[in-house]
């Protein structure tokens, strides 16, 4: 079993050291520093960002339904929910393509209506993001809610409080961990989405050409600066995770921490 584990370490992370050996570390901040590679830097964080706040918007609610097994179609819904997870992003894009390009299934009335087209734009950008990283955040919310101790809101309902006060200052507030792990998560996959980003909207610098089409971009013109580029983003998804390690993983339901916690209370 360990050595069958350190093979699975080593597929892990010796890609990882290769980079980072491959790594011209003399040359980093300058290549960094390229304005093209700023502008897909500025463009993928804001996506992201943009992307991360859709998918609480919407996600939240969606993982509050996910959390409630009594109401009808929950499981067939929760199906639906994981399929971005296991559909190639590539497809996804197709999809969003199919469904708001201008013969689209909706963007033709869209483009006729209003003269709006959507794909091929820094919108597509967030829209094919959120297609991909929902789930994370939805997944990770949901769980959250169904180890929080409902306790709590059933004495709050008790005692006279209304529904959307229970969730506001009650189901929200304890499950803030969860929320904030999700949509941590959610942000680091919408940073290196990349396959339904160059189907849906291209890869056209300023507009569309985040840092993962950056780097598919470099790797036949510019070897170097694909590797800075990729480092770059190594480094900004393991920052995430180290914060979301260290602060909001170990009160999530289910970990040792959390656990030990409530143990010792």
Same mark, same amino acid.
């Given at each position: 079993?360990?050595?069958?584990?350190?093979?699975?370490?080593?597929?892990?992370?010796?890609?990882?050291?290769?980079?980072?050996?491959?790594?011209?570390?003399?040359?980093?901040?300058?290549? +960094? !520093?390229?304005?093209?590679? @700023?502008?897909?830097?500025? &463009?993928?964080? *804001?996506?992201?960002? /943009?992307? $991360? #706040? =859709? %998918?609480?918007?919407?996600?939240?609610?969606?993982?509050?339904?996910?959390?409630?097994?009594?109401?009808?179609?929950?499981?067939?819904?929760?199906?639906?929910?994981?399929?971005?997870?296991?559909?190639?992003?590539?497809?996804?894009? +197709? !999809?969003?393509?199919?469904? @708001?390009?201008?013969?689209? &299934?909706?963007? *033709?009335?869209?483009? /006729?209506? $209003? #003269? =709006? %087209?959507?794909?091929?734009?820094?919108?597509?950008?967030?829209?094919?993001?959120?297609?991909?990283?929902?789930?994370?955040?939805?997944?990770?919310?949901?769980?959250?809610?169904?180890?929080?101790?409902?306790?709590?809101?059933?004495?709050?309902?008790?005692?006279?409080?209304?529904?959307?006060?229970? &969730?506001?200052?009650?189901?929200?507030? /304890?499950?803030?961990?969860?929320?904030?792990?999700?949509?941590?998560?959610?942000?680091?996959?919408?940073?290196?989405?990349?396959?339904?980003?160059?189907?849906?909207?291209?890869?056209?610098?300023?507009?569309?050409?985040?840092?993962?089409?950056?780097?598919?971009?470099?790797?036949?013109?510019?070897?170097?600066?694909?590797?800075?580029?990729?480092?770059?983003?190594?480094?900004?998804?393991?920052?995430?995770?180290?914060?979301?390690?260290?602060?909001?993983?170990?009160?999530?339901?289910?970990?040792?921490?959390?656990?030990?916690?409530?143990?010792?209370?």
């Amino acid at each position: 079993m360990v050595l069958a584990a350190a093979a699975g370490v080593a597929v892990l992370v010796l890609p990882l050291v290769a980079l980072l050996l491959a790594t011209p570390w003399g040359d980093l901040p300058a290549l +960094v !520093a390229d304005p093209a590679v @700023l502008q897909a830097l500025r &463009l993928s964080l *804001g996506t992201a960002t /943009a992307a $991360t #706040g =859709v %998918s609480l918007l919407v996600g939240v609610p969606l993982a509050w339904v996910l959390a409630h097994d009594d109401l009808r179609g929950v499981r067939l819904l929760r199906a639906l929910v994981t399929v971005p997870l296991v559909l190639p992003p590539v497809v996804g894009g +197709v !999809a969003l393509l199919l469904l @708001l390009g201008r013969r689209g &299934l909706l963007g *033709g009335a869209l483009h /006729a209506w $209003t #003269g =709006v %087209s959507v794909p091929f734009t820094s919108v597509a950008v967030v829209l094919a993001q959120v297609f991909v990283s929902l789930p994370f955040l939805v997944l990770a919310v949901e769980g959250a809610l169904r180890g929080a101790d409902r306790r709590r809101a059933l004495a709050a309902q008790t005692l006279g409080a209304s529904p959307g006060y229970v &969730l506001r200052r009650v189901t929200l507030p /304890a499950v803030a961990p969860g929320v904030a792990a999700g949509a941590a998560l959610c942000f680091t996959r919408a940073l290196g989405e990349f396959g339904a980003t160059v189907t849906f909207a291209g890869s056209f610098p300023g507009t569309t050409r985040t840092m993962p089409l950056a780097v598919y971009q470099a790797m036949d013109t510019a070897p170097d600066q694909a590797v800075a580029m990729s480092v770059l983003l190594l480094a900004l998804s393991v920052t995430v995770l180290v914060a979301l390690r260290g602060r909001w993983l170990g009160g999530l339901p289910g970990t040792g921490a959390g656990t030990g916690r409530r143990a010792s209370r």
